[in-house]
């Protein structure tokens, strides 16, 4: 049985994994899309669409390797969760598609990427709208 502090203890640890890795990958990808934009100009975002492909090949890559060997649950949390996370979310949103369709789920993968791509759009929008709002339009 569990006791109180060893389930406490094990909490700081997920927490640390997850915060750590999502420091690393926050400032991989602050430098990573430093060093890109301005070489490609910014009339696209190179830089952006750089992170999310490559954030979505180390995914697939690691939680491949991952579920085809033993590595402890803390690599997910500090890889996938913490330093991928914080450099991309788009790579766990690609993966899931991956899942879905591997799952021959492809009516509810259609609806994952396509939804995500236009609600998220949307909702991006909906906050730009109401930032105009609340800042009486000088948004």
Do not use: C, H
Not at 4 to 20: H, R, S
Not at 56 to 62: A, D, E, R, T, Y
Not at 115 to 133: E, N, P
């Amino acid at each position: 049985m569990m006791t109180p502090a060893k389930t406490g203890m094990e909490t700081v640890t997920k927490v640390l994994l997850v915060g750590g890795g999502g420091f690393i990958g926050a400032n991989a990808r602050y430098w990573l899309g430093g060093l890109i934009q301005p070489k490609f100009g910014s009339t696209f975002p190179w830089g952006t669409m750089a992170i999310n492909v490559s954030g979505s090949l180390v995914i697939g890559l690691f939680l491949g390797l991952m579920a085809g060997l033993d590595w402890s649950p803390n690599w997910r949390l500090f890889v996938a969760i913490g330093i991928l996370g914080g450099y991309t979310t788009y790579s766990s949103f690609a993966y899931e598609a991956v899942n879905l369709l591997g799952q021959k789920e492809y009516l509810r993968a259609l609806f994952y990427v396509e939804g995500t791509a236009l609600f998220t759009v949307f909702a991006a929008w909906l906050g730009l709208v109401g930032a105009r709002m609340v800042m009486g339009g000088k948004v």
